[in-house]
């Protein structure tokens, strides 16, 4: 069968191939090298010879059976498309940006096992800007922030038959633990929600904290308490003078609590927003004079809440855009910020794990989560709706679910687009292959069915996706359609326009017009897809969750589009070339087309050397022997973790995490407030001035002793060793703190379960965790208990932290890179700690970033190399392709810095992608101008006539499948996605069409094959030499008609005689001379009709010039038998033709003399045989 496809494919020599012989036949240009005839690469003909022949095998095979091929191809693609049905999207934002095996999924993991997933406080954030100028320090803007923060706070949602209000969900501060039921009940009512807002310099601020109902005072000693009205240190000092005995010493210790966190006056003292306000306290500053407060003292250095120990709120926090005065005082703000802060789903879930609230329902973390994100939904859209018209100011609310349902929107695909997209595809495939002039050569129908097949093969290439376990996300749904339906019309492209080509040629065969097709453009397909593929792979490199599942998938469709594209588009092809030969319209193939086929007369036609080849072969003659020879920005960064894990040993140690350029905000001087280093320097301090008076003994303490001294001594006391825990005599040899504000470590476990239980508003307000929880111990100064449970060791501690004035990534990586380096450094002497956060989590892919990017460009420019270099056997012209995909990758970097895009990822990516997609623009020209024969320049300008249009189209189609981008609704995606592809299409064609001609001209490598004696065009083929023909062996007793010689018939050549040039001297060549005769005759009639013009083509014998003299004045006598009135015009041509005459092969024809021998001997017999017969 391979055999007979050879004999078929050599039946004819396509003229191109005189001009471009490795792009139509490498195997005839590699016969020439090694005949001599010609010079050239020979390894890179040998590659492409055997390429082309499997080209050309799928290409008659689908031929054969296109039918077939295109019912089995898109039965296949269909079944692939079945896997659609289970794809799984991916929006959680950790796992599709968390670097994959890297310590930071390690970090989180631990942190997961250690609190849960969801633990933690959540942040809602609001913020307002102006609508108009850019200063929104006005009395209107604070007060419209005052009525969202108030309207945020009485959200409720109804989930479970249950109603769950603002203060059901919220980060509640925490006071210690009191015996009193009274004093218990009032607390547990009056307890904020802490907010983080800039209202907070002022009364306004109150309004927002409730409680919702407020409580009633005790014992009708208040009206209705409020924070608006809550005077703290007022109301504890009137029950402190009304109560006697337990709980008045209760009362005693509260108010101790309420100072030493700074819990005084509450909002009573503040200035009022509005003075004029009914509800605004007499004891404010501006309320008698009701004057407007200068709102830009107010805010500068920050707001305090009603803790000013702990709720101090930096400046950066709560107000954006700052301009201030030489003194440093505020005079412009663009922008206000709030921060409402909420459980996480963990710490919802355990709050009311044994509350009577969910007793009546199957409490599970599920339903935590599920009530939190639909308070969070309600939050966002009423936030955002709070700004109407009549406003003077502009809202906006996020929440960590309202990004969470962004990206889910941002997932699902948008159909409305992508059937815009391909339509734009279908309908420019379309115009541009319809030919209006004839709808038999019209090509638009193949074109809609490519842009068909290309979408089907798309939707396949996904589903087997989806089979194989790779998650969807944002970039599957919003990008890869668009750009696997530009690239995969590339090539389509090209198959069309070389099917174009060879179907107007008449030496091509109708049956072989595929696999032609096939043959010549089948490298360059296979050369740019392999480069896409390849490019996509190496950006697996980024170990980015998201990324890697992009280029996979793009990938994979890329490879999908190149199977559809050689086999099943092929097959298509062959489909309309039926048609076209049934002379059938273009699209509508039922109708015929009626018009005028293009004829063209020439005076001397070309020579159908396929016809010629019909011939019948001529008997073998004598043959002389002859020698052989031998050839975002992310603005202000809110509540970010510093996660520390204890040693094995729960040894304590202080990390101190501010770097010297305060670019972090401490919480009121301490970065651990509460029972840290100088809440035990009080402590000391006080048994310290009791013990030099004498107050305290070994044995305990008087009743006059201070809380403080009787909490100091039990602490001294401590050893923390479980058998022996008391030890009253070192109580002057032990220090709480010692010199280097280091905590005392033996009895650490000791002082731990007493600031939980005992300084709970500080511990609150810290957000700090530690795991596993410690018990309760709390405090009582009369009882004279000095056991103190140790809490158990330490497996996970975090301490939150904040981080402002970060604008740019280049500000955000550089804290990253310093806070980092101080957890290494810790790390190190023994304390396993590491940061967690936004900046963690999302900027640490910065980090390597730069590195990852040079090893996968490195990988694909030297994998492309690699395989240009051994597909084409020219690392000449290998390299010339990289210095353009040099060019086109710095250019196109150049132009993002241009337009500001920062490097990240995503711009990462497709910089790698870009040395694939760059092909396209370039292997095309380059595989032309290496199969042109003749100068650079000449060979440049047959590359460009001939790869000039597919290249064009393919970067037009890229440019569309891509254009829906700009319709996105997000801006990331226009601009790091639609706006730098586009620049790509547009470097990309500039360089490839462009530059790489230019560079081709001066410094291209020589042609694959080059002609020894003419330098524009290579000499036709010399027919192969005769196979070795089978002789049968003669039977040992024969007829005499059985002994009749017989000659082994001569396989006839399979090249035309056509064109032949000279060959060499040891060639034996007969010439013969033909005169063709082409008469014209013109009748003009006397009457001025119409006149009537004959031709006849008349032909000469070749075999003498006798017979041509004969026809000559036969035609003259026809000539003259005409009327006068007729003008004949004779045009005689005459073409000299050299035959070449091969050596037989030894054995297939008898020798001269033998044949003689053996006919002597038959006339010998059969005159004996006569003479018998006769005499007989």
């Known amino acids: 069968m391979a055999s007979e496809r050879k004999k078929r494919s050599s039946k004819y020599v396509d003229q191109e191939y005189h001009d471009r012989p490795s792009y139509v036949n490498a195997k005839a240009a590699y016969r020439q090298i090694r005949k001599g005839k010609a010079d050239g690469n020979k390894h890179a003909l040998w590659v492409r010879k055997h390429v082309q022949e499997y080209l050309y095998i799928i290409g008659i095979f689908i031929n054969q059976h296109c039918g077939k091929v295109c019912f089995v191809g898109l039965l296949l693609l269909s079944l692939c498309c079945v896997g659609l049905k289970s794809v799984k999207m991916e929006t959680d934002v950790e796992k599709l940006w968390v670097e994959e095996g890297g310590r930071l999924e390690e970090e989180l993991t631990y942190s997961k096992d250690h609190i849960g997933a969801g633990a933690g406080i959540t942040n809602q954030i609001l913020i307002q800007t102006p609508k108009s100028g850019n200063n929104i320090l006005s009395k209107e803007s604070l007060l419209q922030h005052r009525d969202a923060l108030v309207k945020a706070s009485q959200i409720t949602v109804e989930m479970f038959d249950i109603k769950w209000r603002y203060t059901d969900i919220c980060y509640l501060a925490q006071f210690p633990l009191s015996e009193s039921s009274v004093l218990e009940s009032m607390l547990v009512a009056i307890l904020p929600c802490v907010i983080i807002t800039p209202l907070d310099c002022f009364w306004e601020g109150s309004q927002a904290l409730g409680p919702p109902n407020g409580i009633k005072g005790v014992h009708d000693y208040f009206k209705q308490l409020l924070w608006t009205n809550l005077n703290p240190m007022e109301i504890v000092g009137k029950l402190k003078n009304h109560y ?103 710490h919802l879930y355990d709050k009311y794990s044994k509350d009577i609230k969910t007793a009546n329902i199957d409490w599970t973390l599920e339903k935590a989560r599920m009530i939190l994100e639909e308070w969070h939904r309600k939050f966002t859209k ?12 502009n809202q906006y609310a996020f929440s960590m679910t309202s990004l969470m349902d962004i990206i889910k929107d941002f997932s699902d695909i948008s159909v409305v687009r992508v059937t815009i997209g391909y339509v734009l595809m279908l309908f420019y495939a379309f115009i541009i292959l319809l030919r209006w002039n004839n709808m038999v050569l019209s090509q638009s129908g193949i074109g809609i069915a490519g842009v068909l097949l290309v979408a089907l093969s798309v939707a396949a290439g996904l589903g087997i ?110 489909i309309d070339l039926i048609r076209r030969k049934n002379k059938k319209c273009d699209i509508f193939c039922c109708f015929e087309s009626y018009a005028d086929n293009d004829v063209v ?30 050839p975002p920005p992310y603005s202000d960064l809110l509540a970010h973790d510093m996660i520390t894990e204890m040693g094995a040993i729960g040894g304590p140690t202080q990390t101190t995490l501010a770097p010297s350029e305060g670019q972090f905000v401490t919480r009121c001087g301490s970065p651990i407030p509460g029972f840290d280093s100088a809440t035990n320097s009080r402590l000391q301090a006080a048994f310290d001035r009791e013990y030099v008076n004498g107050t305290f003994s070994a044995k305990g303490w008087p009743k006059n002793a201070s809380a403080d001294t009787k909490l100091a001594y039990t602490l001294l006391v401590q050893t923390g060793d479980v058998d022996n825990s008391i030890d009253t005599d070192q109580i002057t040899s032990v220090r709480l703190v010692s010199k280097e504000g280091i905590i005392n470590p033996a009895a650490f476990y000791n002082y731990l379960t007493v600031w939980i239980s005992n300084d709970a508003l500080a511990y609150s307000y810290s957000m700090g965790e530690i795991r596993p929880e410690t018990q309760t111990w709390p405090f009582d100064p009369d009882d004279f208990n000095l056991q103190v449970p140790k809490a158990k060791n330490i497996a996970y501690a975090q301490i939150p932290f904040y981080l402002s004035k970060l604008s740019n990534s280049d500000d955000i990586l550089d804290v990253v890179l310093k806070i980092r380096q101080i957890c290494d450094d810790f790390t190190s002497r023994g304390l396993l700690n590491y940061p967690v956060g936004v900046p963690f989590t999302f900027w640490e892919q910065y980090i390597q970033l730069r590195f990852y990017l040079m090893m996968a460009l490195l990988c694909i420019m030297g994998v492309t190399f690699v395989v240009l270099s051994v597909t084409l056997m020219n690392p000449w012209m290998a390299g010339i392709i990289i210095v353009i995909l040099t060019l086109i990758l710095v250019e196109l970097f150049g132009f993002m810095g241009i337009m500001g895009l920062k490097l990240s990822a995503i711009p990462a990516v497709i910089l790698i992608v870009t040395v694939g997609m760059g092909v396209e623009f370039t292997v095309h020209l380059a595989v032309g101008f290496l199969s042109s024969i003749g100068t650079r320049d000449s060979r440049m300008a047959m590359a460009l006539e001939h790869t000039f249009s597919p290249v064009f189209h393919g970067g037009i189609s890229t440019f569309l499948g891509v254009i829906m981008l700009a319709g996105a609704e997000f801006d990331f995606i226009v ?153 004949v015009t004779r045009v005689k041509a005459t073409a000299t033709v050299k035959v070449e005459v091969h050596t037989p092969i030894p054995g297939t024809v008898p020798d001269s003399h033998e044949y003689k021998r053996r006919r002597r001997k038959d006339d010998t017999d059969s005159d004996s045989e006569s003479s018998s017969s006769s005499s007989s």
């Open 465 to 574: 996706c989806s089979l194989l376990g790779i998650k969807f996300n944002a970039s599957t749904t919003q990008i890869i359609p668009f750009l696997a339906l530009g690239l995969g019309v590339n090539d389509m492209f090209l198959i069309t326009h070389s099917y174009t080509e060879n179907a107007n040629k008449d030496n091509i065969p109708h049956k072989e017009q595929t696999a032609e097709c096939l043959k010549r453009t089948g490298t360059t397909i296979l050369l740019t897809s392999v480069s896409n593929m390849l490019a996509f792979f190496s950006a697996v490199i980024i170990p980015i969750p998201a990324l890697r599942s992009f280029v996979i998938q793009a990938g994979i469709l890329i490879l999908f589009n190149l199977v559809s594209v050689i086999f099943i588009y092929p097959a298509i092809c062959s």
């Open 601 to 630: 007369i020439e005076l001397q036609p070309h020579i159908n050397d396929h016809n010629m080849m019909e011939r019948s072969a001529s008997p073998p003659p004598v043959y002389t022997p002859r020698t052989a020879y031998s």
């Open 382 to 393: 009423e936030m955002n709706a709070f700004a109407k018209d009549d406003k003077p100011d």
């Open 975 to 1127: 601009r790091y996605f639609f706006i730098v592809l586009t620049a790509l299409v547009l470097i990309g064609l500039l360089n490839g069409l462009l530059l790489l001609p230019v560079l081709l001209s001066i410094c291209g490598p020589p042609s694959e094959v080059r002609p020894k004696k003419d330098t524009d065009r290579i000499p036709t083929p010399s027919p192969e030499a005769s196979p070795k023909a089978r002789i049968r062996n003669l039977p040992v007793r024969a007829t005499r008609s059985s002994r009749k010689m017989k000659f082994p018939r001569r396989i006839p050549s399979d090249i035309s005689l056509t064109t032949i040039t000279e060959e060499p001297s040891q060639y034996s060549s007969t010439e013969i001379v033909v005169q063709p005769e082409v008469v014209v005759e013109t009748s003009i009639p006397k009457d001025g009709r119409s006149g009537q013009q004959t031709a006849h083509k008349m032909a000469d014998d070749t075999s003498s010039r006798h017979s041509s003299q004969s026809r000559n004045s036969s035609t003259q006598g026809t000539m003259l038998s005409t009327p006068p009135t007729h003008h």
């Open 244 to 346: 006697e005995g337990q709980t008045k010493k209760e009362m005693e210790a509260l108010e101790k609590v309420f100072r030493d966190a700074g819990v005084t006056t509450g909002y009573q003292e503040k200035p009022c927003i509005d003075p004029k306000d009914y509800d605004c306290p007499a004891t404010a500053p501006n309320k008698q004079s009701l004057n407007v407060p200068d709102f830009g003292a107010e805010l500068t250095n920050g707001c305090y809440g009603f803790a000013t120990k702990y709720m101090h709120w930096h400046e950066d926090l709560i107000v954006g855009g700052l301009r201030k005065n030489q003194t440093g005082h505020i005079v412009r703000a663009e922008a206000l910020q709030s921060i409402l802060l909420l459980l996480g789903e963990q």
